[in-house]
């Protein structure tokens, strides 16, 4: 008799000792295979899983042992309670980036009609996200890639918001919005420093597309050059929201501050583990 679903948990989870949460990863990718719920394989743990299926199952788990990110090998993930497809062609989405949708939800109520812009949008999750939660949005998303924008817009037909979402492929640091057309902004922008990206680990420079990462050597070019063109775009009284690094605040606040008086009301929302993570602000 073959290995019960047990016998491979253990086995994979050994196998996994190297990464990050090898017991989670070792779960998801035999579910994966099996095609069911992390719950039945705890569940259903006698269960002896076929030759095929096992076999598949130490396939994944050797592409994980070597520092392949889960989500590129399960080919999804989460981000605030909506399934996106990713691959190595977009960055991965971060539950810091769910702080921006917060904001977007407190300040309007789901009958509202607005019209935004996601600048860099990657796998789609914030405009994607924003335009499902409010019925009567419309978005503009630009990102520079090509394969990213393909597969945002697969995102955008999954979740049913393909018709409400214009895709722009270009650099949003040139002029590609309407002067004035948008009632907010929000982008997660590249903001990793060089040297924060020489130090990073093994997952994310092997696996995760630099061009979303990394900013030059303090990691904010990105947010310098956006400000001009997000100032020309927003309506007055827009709201541009923006990801950045939790050691960057006190340094984008000043940039503002001192080269762009087109803005007021310029605040820090924290992260949940209580670092700086996105920086508001108000076209006068």
């Avoid at 019925?135 to 995102?155: F, Y």
């Avoid at 948008?182 to 696996?207: G, K, L, M, R, W």
Wanted: aromatic share 6%; proline share 6%; hydrophobic share 40%.
């Amino acid at each position: 008799m073959g290995p019960t679903i047990l016998d491979i948990l253990r086995e994979s989870e050994e196998r996994l000792h190297g990464v990050d949460s090898p017991r989670l990863s070792a779960e998801l990718l035999i579910a994966e295979v099996l095609q069911c719920s992390r719950l039945m394989v705890t569940i259903d743990r006698e269960r002896r899983p076929s030759v095929d299926e096992i076999g598949r199952i130490s396939a994944l788990v050797e592409r994980r042992s070597q520092g392949e990110p889960l989500a590129y090998i399960l080919g999804t993930k989460e981000f605030y309670g909506l399934d996106f497809v990713v691959t190595p062609d977009v960055l991965i989405p971060r539950p810091e980036t769910e702080h921006i949708v917060e904001v977007i939800e407190e300040a309007y109520s789901k009958e509202d009609v607005f019209h935004f812009a996601d600048l860099g949008t990657g796998s789609g999750i914030l405009a994607v996200t924003i335009t499902y939660l409010f019925p009567k949005a419309s978005a503009v998303a630009v990102d520079l890639s090509p394969s990213a924008l393909k597969i945002a817009q697969s995102n955008a037909r999954t979740h049913g918001v393909s018709d409400r979402i214009e895709f722009i492929e270009g650099d949003f640091t040139q002029p590609l919005l309407e002067d004035s057309g948008c009632d907010f902004i929000v982008s997660n922008p590249p903001y990793v420093t060089e040297q924060e990206y020489a130090e990073a680990s093994h997952e994310v420079t092997e696996y995760e597309p630099v061009t979303a990462l990394v900013s030059g050597a303090d990691g904010l070019d990105h947010i310098r050059a956006m400000l001009p063109l997000v100032a020309q775009a927003l309506k007055p009284g827009g709201r541009f929201l923006v990801e950045m690094g939790y050691q960057q605040g006190a340094q984008v606040i000043k940039i503002i501050t001192n080269e762009f008086p087109q803005f007021k009301d310029v605040r820090i929302k924290k992260d949940l583990a209580g670092h700086d993570r996105i920086v508001m602000m108000e076209k006068l």
